[in-house]
Structure formats: C-alpha cells, structure tokens
C-alpha cells in the first residue's frame, strides 16, 4: 500500500462539476477521498505524503479513444508498453486500441489478449475496440456480443469506411442490441480511392491525387440516415471539414444518438503544412484546408464536436521516408495531445474548462467509464501540469517507438509534470 498523498494549492479544473479554480485533493487507495474548493486542506494525518503544487493545474487524467499499436503483429510500430509509456508522459490515463492489428480485433480471444497485457504492464488503462466486421473488410459482421461481454468498449473498422449500406445497418443495429457505439469513419470510398491529399490549389500545384471534401459529407448523410433508421448510437470518427459539420449539426438537431470526435492534427495543422512533401503530416483523413481547420475549431468551442483524439497512428522511419504517395498515413500524437490541445486556451479560442472536457469527462461519459472527473470515491487519475512551461518538441526524443510526429520543432506551452493512475505516479518529469 501507498501513502495517501493530498495535492494542495493547485488550479483546479474539474469538466465535469463546471470548476476551474483553486483546490485540493486527497488521494487513498487508488480512489480520491476528498476534494476542497480551497488551496488546503487543514490539518491532517501525519501519514498523509503532502505536495504543495504551487498553483500548478490538476486535472482528471486524459481519456484518447483512439489509438494504434503495433500489438499484436507489428510490434516494431509500437507495443502496448510503448504506447502507455508515451500516453503516462502526455498525461493520458486511458487509452482505447484500434482493432486493425494482425490478428484483427474481431473476436473475443484477442481482445482478452489486449486487456491481459495491460494487466500485465501496469501503467495506463487500455481497453480494445473491437472490429464491426471480419478482419475489417466491411463484408461480414464480428461476433460484437462476444466481444463486448469480454471487454471492448466499441466497434469499429479503423481507417476503413464500411461501404455497404445494409452491412452497416446490421452492425448498427446489433451493436444497439447491447448498448455498444458504433464508431464509423466518414469518407465516400470511390471519391477518396488513392488520394493523398485534399483537393484544391495546393493539391494541384504539388501534383498529388486529392480527395473532395464533400466526400465526408457524402458518406456522414448516408451514415446518418441509417442512424436515423436504427436508432443506434454512432461515433462520427474524425470529422475535419466545414461541410460535414454541416450535416452533423442537422443530424444533432433532429435529436439523432451521434457523438462526433476530431483530431489534434486537423486543429493544429492545415494541407499548407504538407510543405515541401513532408510525410511526417501525411494524415488519413488528410490535413484539410485553413477555412475547415477554423470551422472544426469553432465546432469544437460551440460543443458540436465533443471528443477530441490523438488519433496516434505509429510508423517507422522506413515507412515514413519514402515519396509523399507511398509513404504510410498517420502520427504519434499520445504525448502531444494535451500540449497542442492547450494552445487553444493559450491563443483564446476556447476555454481551458472545456478544452479538458473534450478530452476527459465527455470521452467517459460517451464510453461509460468511471474516471474523467475529479469527485470524492472516483478513480484517482489524476495530471498535475504546469499550464505555462515553454516546450518544444523534439520527435527523436518522444517515448513512442515510432517517431513520426508533425510537431516536431513545434513550440507548445504546457507541460506534464506527473500523471497518477489509481494513485499510482505513473510518470514524472
């Protein structure tokens, strides 16, 4: 057993019960005991660990929903070790894992693999999504009954849009037979056959295969309607247009269970900082123009987009460094999230109260998970950062195996001085 540790004279902000101000926190048994709207505590145990954080922020522990890792059948990319090292050092507490690893994620064995492992680590909490269908091909439905019983918090085919109308419908509907989300990506699959990037002058003018953006309202139409046919609930993976925005915000006012997430890239970054063919920010969905990344941000500040996610997608060097069309999509983003996540509070955009709730008490609500709220009996995962501290981001420095991050060079305010999980100091600068 740990000494119960008590947190005193930090900025607290708590999403959940609309707090942002002074605070402090006892922790005991791995579950926070007590919580003041003071910077102390008053008199206490003798066998109480205290720490004065100085007006330092304490917020409940990041939740990313959407992850990759090499594990199982690439380990090289990333291991589950790998990944919950870097998400301790980003003050992320709980990750959920894409299921498009080798074997796919689409049956219960291997989904009980994912959680065993984390057991076996014992840093952050990982939980597995499981696949909507057979090896995420979109043809035949996963066992998601199965599935969810052994563990796994929703399902979903990864990057792959499902293209079969009544193939979704079916997986809708059964994942509503038990109470799990369906997360689907929106992208019209014949519109965006090869493209690398999103079309318009810039596309042009490099000379690289683009995608419309209509094609994510294409397909966010047909996946609403289908929603609205089933009732299911349905996680919009990714939204990063201004014309699917649109469409959601319709959807949402019909009253349709949808929940849309964005990534930290599509905020931070445009198609301009593809650069002179930097891969480093090849994406999928691709980095969008400016006049989306403004809509996304402003859809994230209103609400309309509630999750937002690292969307970490680790790739090695030799798969990164090759001509812009064949190098692999994606980037690390575990250990970055709440540093480029906090530039919006920075540059007053967004409030730093719903910032974190973006990434904490929404996320667990969505999945119905007890932690993303600093309250008396729940869950002590806990992150203590220094809201102003200077950063830069050094990519070769990163805890992910991979090294593919388009902050690299960045500077970021705000920095991770330690993450608890249950009680546990999981990381500490």
Not at 291 to 311: E, K, N, W
Not at 318 to 334: I, S
């Amino acid at each position: 057993m740990t000494r119960p540790l008590a947190f005193t004279n930090a900025r607290l902000v708590d999403p959940a019960s609309g707090y942002d101000g002074p605070g402090a926190v006892i922790v005991t048994e791995g579950v926070i005991a007590d919580v003041t709207r003071a910077p102390g505590l008053g008199s206490l145990s003798p066998d109480v660990e205290v720490i004065d954080l100085g007006g330092a922020l304490l917020i409940p522990g990041l939740i990313d929903i959407r992850v990759k890792t090499g594990e199982p059948g690439s380990e090289p990319k990333e291991t589950l070790k790998s990944a919950a090292l870097a998400a301790a050092a980003g003050g992320v507490t709980t990750i959920v894992v894409q299921p498009d690893t080798h074997p796919v994620m689409d049956e219960p064995a291997v989904v009980d693999f994912i959680l065993r492992r984390a057991r076996d680590i014992e840093l952050v909490k990982v939980f597995p999504a499981g696949a909507a269908t057979k090896g995420c091909e979109g043809q035949r439905m996963a066992e998601i009954g199965l599935m969810h019983e052994a563990g796994c918090l929703y399902v979903t085919d990864a990057d792959r849009p499902i293209v079969d109308s009544k193939v979704l419908r079916r997986v809708l509907s059964y994942a509503k037979a038990f109470g799990v989300p369906v997360s689907h990506r929106p992208a019209d699959p014949w519109l965006s056959a090869g493209a690398v990037a999103s079309e318009g002058e810039f596309a042009a003018r490099m000379g690289l295969p683009s995608v419309p953006a209509i094609a994510e309202r294409i397909m966010l139409e047909r996946d609403l309607a289908l929603v609205e046919l089933t009732g299911a609930p349905l996680i919009v993976d990714q939204v990063t247009t201004a014309a699917a925005l649109e469409s959601l915000k319709r959807g949402i006012a019909r009253g349709l269970p949808v929940t849309a997430t964005t990534s930290i890239n599509h905020l931070s970054f445009n198609e301009i900082d593809i650069g002179d063919y930097r891969t480093f920010c090849k994406l999928d969905p691709p980095l969008r123009s400016e006049d989306d990344r403004q809509a996304v941000i402003d859809a994230v500040a209103s609400g309309l987009i509630q999750v937002v996610v690292s969307a970490h997608a680790p790739a090695p060097a030799e798969d990164k460094r090759l001509p812009y069309d064949e190098a692999a999509p994606g980037a690390v983003g575990l250990q970055t999230l709440l540093a480029a996540l906090l530039g919006f509070h920075h540059e007053g955009r967004i409030p730093l109260i719903d910032l974190i709730r973006t990434v904490t008490i929404a996320p667990a609500d969505l999945l119905g998970l007890a932690a993303g709220r600093i309250a008396k009996g729940a869950p002590a995962d806990l992150v203590v950062c220094d809201l102003d501290a200077p950063i830069v981001i050094d990519a070769d420095k990163l805890v992910s195996k991979s090294k593919n991050s388009p902050f690299d060079g960045r500077r970021l305010q705000g920095k991770v001085l330690r993450t608890l999980v249950d009680g546990r100091t999981v990381y500490s600068a």
